[in-house]
């Protein structure tokens, strides 16, 4: 996929800027740790892990069931009509078999496995082929779960704002704290792999890099 064709996809689908900057930090953490990883001799497409990170919530206004003021503010009709149509079409599904399946419906298949693998309770799938597994599958997923909108925070506070969220829609899973201790398990080897510590993936530190 070239570059033009990723920003293609994007205005296509009206993708508001909250998102697009959620997107970018997820793509900034995990290409950083993507090259962390590859200085100690992990094999990893960086070119397609940024295109997943970039793509992997294209499809997340079909989750959006009311638009709040602040982005009807910014919204055209021509948004409005897109986000609609997402929600009818892909709502049942969510956003992340949404995003996967238009990934693969235009050919882009590794794209779409990877961005697939990034669901919240990936880690724990029954079925081990649908967890994440190479390392552009795992960086999307922990890098997501690092990225709080559009600032790199802690995975204790990101999930505590995630099950805040569940709890308001009454949607707490019933294997929540085995999905969270999974995380910090991959958290472990990722930084592990890459030698280094949690606490130095930061705002400060990643901005340097």
């Not at 997923?141 to 995975?155: E, Q």
């Not at 472990?188 to 901005?207: D, V, W, Y």
């Amino acid at each position: 996929m070239t570059e033009k064709q990723l920003q293609n996809l994007l205005k296509e689908f009206r993708v508001p800027a909250h998102i697009r900057a959620h997107m970018e930090k997820v793509a900034m953490l995990a290409r950083w740790l993507g090259s962390k990883l590859k200085k100690r001799g992990h094999k990893i497409d960086v070119i397609r892990l940024r295109q997943a990170c970039l793509l992997h919530d294209l499809a997340k206004m079909c989750e959006i069931t009311q638009f709040d003021a602040p982005l009807l503010a910014t919204a055209t009709y021509a948004d409005v009509t897109v986000w609609k149509r997402l929600a009818k079409k892909y709502a049942k599904v969510g956003h992340v078999k949404a995003a996967s399946g238009i990934m693969g419906s235009i050919g882009e298949e590794k794209l779409a496995k990877i961005i697939l693998k990034h669901r919240f309770d990936a880690l724990i799938d029954p079925v081990p082929s649908k967890r994440p597994s190479t390392w552009e599958e795992k960086l999307l997923y922990y890098a997501d779960k690092r990225v709080m909108h559009d600032k790199i925070v802690t995975l204790k506070v990101r999930l505590k704002d995630g099950n805040k969220r569940y709890i308001k829609k009454n949607k707490v899973p019933a294997n929540n704290a085995g999905m969270e201790k999974a995380v910090y398990t991959l958290e472990n080897e990722i930084c592990l792999a890459a030698g280094i510590r949690p606490e130095q993936l930061s705002e400060t530190k990643i901005g340097r890099a």
